[in-house]
């Protein structure tokens, strides 16, 4: 098996679907393009609709309005059994009372195919998977991690068009989920099947998927690469949701040229930032820095245009080995700064509780966010 | 499945078992109870017409010290049974997994055999040559010539003897969600084993104890075939009267009067126990 | 922690009181004393009475008839009724839990009763189709209860999951629910069956000329004092026969 070459870029598309359970808007007029190949994943809190977008790309759920394409082909009137779609299931949902090789086996089955086909076919995924000497126990015998690889293989062994996987990793322990993330990215690799997640944590996200759909209140707030949604969040949600982030509110008093705009922010000055699309004069605006993007020093940094310095005092710290977080206090506001010790400009003392200290960020490192759902 | 939400299907699943308790539960109590309304004829039916005689005659105050002995003997049982299942089940919940099968078989096994062949057995244990007599005799416990059966303790005795079961697995079925860390929990307070069975483990299994005692109560206050068999003649019981108007008087409508009267005395505490627990279903939802 | 041995003790004379009975009747069925007073030695005797007694075996032949169809029925019908209590919530399903839970807690008397007078004014005659009728009506709710209990554990992704690869609605009931629901049916049915051996209140109202079940039988055996040895045994093998059936029914129940 391979990566295909040629990807078809809109392979999957969700096209204005909306769902409503009772008085709640589910899935809020979303709309989505996956391409063929891709490893795509759903993130959001709980209640954020991505489950019920899931279930509507399965079959599980009709869309109120709205369409479902899969290769061209729309599928939203579709039941379940009829889509070129596969799930694995959140606690994998593996049948208890049929063996391994008869779970893997089942979808081939519905679906009549030869004898001789099935046989290959099932030892073929049990391979891909390692779980050839398993195949005669019951999934009760099995580890969860097992568990985990028999509901993957049973879905691929259909050769789904797309591949859904529902919270894969929920079921694991911390250990297990660190293996099992290398472990799927390499099965993702090896068959080159779409790939959409369903998760709620951004880590996982992060590392398993080339795209991430972030979703608010049935709404998708931003698509984009990781890479991006972490160093150019559009909204507050998203910058607060993807890792952590320090947010303030100013007023902007200059635009300038190649997208800068200096901001007032009260008891911090006027840093320079990223405006991140168009912003005009005098508008209120909510601006975003990272913790690691901050620098402490006990002394002033050299000042210059680049710069963005401020003072404040340190009001509490935590160490985590690898870093150190500080909560710093400046007039009204309370920052997050995250450093590594060797990065520490100030000589090898730490900073103290109540020591002061000099905070500085370059304007790359700030941005301008809009607020959520203004997306 | 959101097509499982169809009314269609709802329905289509529903009716067979709803229609047939209709027509074979809710429809014969309503007519018991019609019955009683309507005068008797020779053959042991129902003549035509309407009245209220029956009324008037199971107001019979002969009925009194009948009706008195049933709730007291079902009283009595309820309390002997609950008192002798709480321990058990408390045993029960607190051994092995292997063991606590073995215990719920063993306590089942019997409850699994014949009902007329218990009470059978009883008459064979208590009978003036049986063993036990002769066991208590020597033993100088009861006088020589004592006889056990045919009394009102004889009736007691055995009822607990066959309602026990009922008592049991209810309270087991509550008892087997009680968390025992609180028992525990009790002790490491300075609670004795005495106050924390009583204050802890009691109230835990509270809702088990309302249906153990419901199941019991309600089903000793309808038995006639114990007081027939192992009481004397002046042990008899509210269902004998009834079981005695059928098939001795064929005075249907006067049985029906009893049974209505008795029905209606059970479904409706019945009906308020219910109702409170699907509105325990709901809120635990 | 120190553990009282007080509930021990008490569970053990509860188990004590409750096989002492049947004790006495297992050993008295092979003692060659009528009464069983006293040991005077070892017999067939009764058994051997027992199987020349050919009315017993002619009521045991309807009672096996009755109880399978009945259990059957109850089977069908409480499989039926527990899915639908499970999967739906309303008025209806409310009303529904509530009659199927009444007939458990309504004394014996009371349902032979009122079946009777259904019977009577209807003027359906008594016979192995009331006493069927009854049985199913009683068998009901404990097949019920027992699906239901059953359905409680059953995780029902499962049914999606059968969906998602490519069965119809109706396979994904035959292939994934039916095999996993079974065992709890058949364990309801065996209680259904069990039950309907036992009953003899409900059976004694609703039962006419010629349809004299076991325990009937056994009843109208306890008034003439020839034939008592004869229950001894008869009871031997109802009880031995009760622990096969326990055996038997534990082994389904540890069944995933």
Redesign the interface.
Known sequence: MYRPILCMDDFLVIDHVSKTFGAQRAVDDVSLTVAQGEAFSLLGPSGCGKTTLLRMI?????PDSGRILVGGQDITAL????RP???V???Y?????LSVWDNIA??LR??RRPREEIRSGVDRMLELVRLSEHARK?P?QLSGGQRQRVAIA??LV?RPQVLLLDEPLAALDLKLRQHMLMELNAIHEQVGTTFIYVTHDQGEAMSLSDRIAVMNAGKVEQVDSPEHLYEAPRTSFVASFIGDANFFTGVAVELQHEGYVRVLVDGLGSPLVLSNGAVSANQTLRLMVRPEKISLTLTRPPSGERVNAFRGVVEDMAYFGSHTRYRIRAGEHSILAQMQRSRFSGGDIDPARGAEVWMSFHPDEGRVVRLEGAA | MSNESRPARQWLLTLPSLTWLAVFFVIPAILVIITAFRPADLQGGVGPGWTLATLREVQDPAYLPILWRTLWLSGATTLICLALALPVVFQMARVGQRMRQVLLLLIVIPFLSNFLIRIFAWKSLLHPEGPLTKLLIVLHLIPENAVLLNHVGTVLLVLVYTQLPFAILPLYAAAEKFDFGLLDAARDLGAGPWRAFSKVFIPGVRRGLISASVMVFVCCLGQYVIPQMVGGTSDEMLGSKIAQRVFSDRNLPHASALAGGLMLAVLVPMLIVVLWQQFGRKEAE | MKRSWLPAIITFGVILFLFAPLVVLVVNSFNASRFGGEWEGFTWNWYIKLWSAGEVWESLWITLKIALSASLAAMVLGTLAAYALHRFRSWLQNVHHMLITLPLVMPDILMGMSLLALFVLTGVETGLLTIWIAHVTFCLSFVTMVVLGRLQDFDFTLLDAARDLGATQAKAVKKVLLPLLLPGVLAGGLLAFTLSIDDYVITFFVSGPGTTTLPLRVASMMKTSRSLPMINALSTLLIASTFLFAALSSRLQRRV
Not at chain 1, 58 to 62: D, L, N, S
Not at chain 1, 93 to 97: D, I, N, R, S, W
Request: aromatic residues 14%; hydrophobic residues 40%.
């Open positions: 399965a079959g599980f759920e009709r039941p379940p059994e009829l779609v596969n799930t299931f959140q606690n949902a593996l049948f208890p009372h089942f979808g519905m679906s019951r009760t049973r879905a259909n």
